[in-house]
């Protein structure tokens, strides 16, 4: 079992910045691709980016490239999503979520899921 937990979200004007953090303990970290996900009111839960477990495959979804960026530190078993130049229409909950293997944008994929950071953007 992995447990992850998110945090980081707030309340952020248009063009602001912030960095989610996912933490994760339980069993070993190693080996599990993490992957960020989206879901605003009345919508379905999207991908938003994801990072295999060396760090070398990434994926961003179309809507936040180059202005998102996924990262993750295995040492102490965190992921984050550092979120700039953010958009009302950025406005979500956001969830970290692992799962074995290359990085999917399946949520099918992933077997663990925090419970979720909420991310507020003003216009």
């Known amino acids: 079992q992995v447990h992850l937990v998110e945090s980081g979200g707030g309340l952020v004007q248009g063009g602001g910045s912030l960095r989610l953090s996912c933490a994760a303990s339980?069993?070993?970290?190693?080996?599990?691709?993490m992957g960020w996900f989206r879901q605003a009111p009345g919508k379905e839960r999207d991908i938003v980016a994801a990072?295999?477990?060396?760090?070398?495959?990434?994926y961003y979804a179309d809507s936040v490239k180059g202005r998102f960026t996924i990262s993750r530190d295995n040492a102490k078993n965190t992921v984050y999503l550092q979120m700039s130049s953010l958009k009302p229409e950025d406005t979500a909950v956001y969830y970290c979520?692992?799962?074995?293997?290359?990085?999917?944008?399946?949520?099918?994929?992933?077997?663990?899921w925090g419970q979720g950071t909420q991310v507020t953007v003003s216009s």
């Open positions: 990072i295999s477990w060396s760090g070398y495959t990434l």
């Open positions: 339980g069993r070993t970290f190693s080996g599990y691709a």
């Open positions: 979520a692992a799962g074995l293997g290359v990085p999917s944008v399946s949520r099918a994929a992933y077997d663990y």
